[in-house]
């Protein structure tokens, strides 16, 4: 064992999605495409004599802008895994936005469990207990899975196991995104009529590219009826300019595409830059 160890795995905008009920909770969770995005998640871990979370929000400045006490989901994972731990995680995104920040907050906290206590599990055994976690507490359905590599993802089975088709290297366009605040997503995971919308508006196939992404991504925003009025105006303004833009599932934000994105994001809210991942969770620290 040492005395602490830091993980990171990055985020991950959903652009469309559809459930699977499995017939276990690896096999159940969601197919669909998404970016995985640099910005994440960092978890540190240091020994304790019971377990401890405490959830930080980060604003631009790095001033604290939100303070978790707890969380349900790593909570459940240091019980899976028999240890005691302070684990600290934290963001620079908002919190429920649709940056998948709950799938890359329990991942770089099991890894750096792992690591913490030397528990030898693999990569895929780290995203399995996570995906476990995320799909018992609906806090997400594919995050998880995505978030094991980089790239513009798509997932054509669910769980960790499912078929996962990656696009990775440099963005062609700049990305950004700006969100109007949370979109609880287990209030909408858990909604039989938003679930069944959602079922219906799903693309079935996957992305041949960046801009083939951003057009499933809109016709599926469009169908689904998720679509909130701050979004709706965010994505006429993209319209206008001729930026590709679609919603942040699930999260009551934008994300766009494009030389002009950051500048027409700007006018209805303060965007953040993004870049593509070019991979998924890791150990970042791990030492006495």
Known sequence: MVDRAVAFCPGHISGYFRRVKGTSV????????GIVISAGVEATATPADRPQVLVREVDRTGTCRTVLTASPPIAYVM???GVAAAVTTVCTLPIGA???????ALLSA??????????GLSAHEVTALAHEAEIVHQTGLGDVSACQGGGLVCREGPGPDGTIGRICGPAAQPLCAVTFGPLPTPAVLQSGPAMAAVEA???????DDLVDFFGLSRQFAERSGLITPEVRHALSLCDDAGVPA???MLGNGVFASGDRALEVLSTAGEPYH?????GGFSVLEHAS
């Open 110 to 119: 099991t890894a750096a469990l792992n690591a913490l206590y030397d528990l």
């Open 98 to 104: 649709g940056f998948g920040l709950s799938a890359a």
């Open 246 to 248: 679609s919603m942040t």
């Open 26 to 33: 690896q096999t159940t969770g969601s197919i669909g495409a």
């Open 201 to 207: 508006a799903f693309p079935a196939r996957c992305p």
């Open 79 to 81: 019980d899976r895994l």
């Open 274 to 278: 993004l870049e593509i991942a070019s």
